[in-house]
Nanobody, 120 residues
Framework: VQLQAFGGGLVQSGGSLALSCVVS????????MGWYRQASGKQRELVAT????????NYADSVKGRFTVSRDNAKKMISLQMTDLRPEDTAVYYC??????????????WGKGTQVTVSS
């Protein structure tokens, strides 16, 4: 099982960017998915999490009202629509998922990350 993120890049302050992350490989159940980010010199922090039924979505206070997370279980994909981007949103963004493979315990997986840079 692997998570591959797409869509990072450079954008001006106030701009928008969309990230996607696709899960590849055979799995039995795709549980909680999320996006995290890590700015240079800082700890990794939660951006948003979304459970399988897409209810009770959780956002970091810093992104509420600007970012929207969604998922497509059939496509094994999570997306993050980011608007009104600010320089402080600059970070490497990582996707994350709880995955159960047939016959195995649930494990937590991370994607490799995609760089988002917001210029002022």
């Amino acid at each position: 099982v692997q998570l591959q993120a797409f869509g990072g890049g450079l954008v001006q302050s106030g701009g928008s960017l969309a990230l996607s992350c696709v899960v590849s490989g055979s799995l039995f159940h795709l549980g909680l998915m999320g996006w995290y980010r890590q700015a240079s010199g800082k700890q990794r922090e939660l951006v948003a999490t979304i459970p399988p039924g897409s209810v009770n979505i959780n956002y970091a206070d810093s992104v509420k009202g600007r970012f929207t997370v969604s998922r497509d279980n059939a496509k094994k994909m999570i997306s993050l629509q980011m608007t009104d981007l600010r320089p402080e949103d600059t970070a490497v963004y990582y996707c994350n998922a709880d995955i159960t493979q047939r016959g195995s315990m649930t494990e937590n997986f991370w994607g490799k990350g995609t760089q988002v840079t917001v210029s002022s």
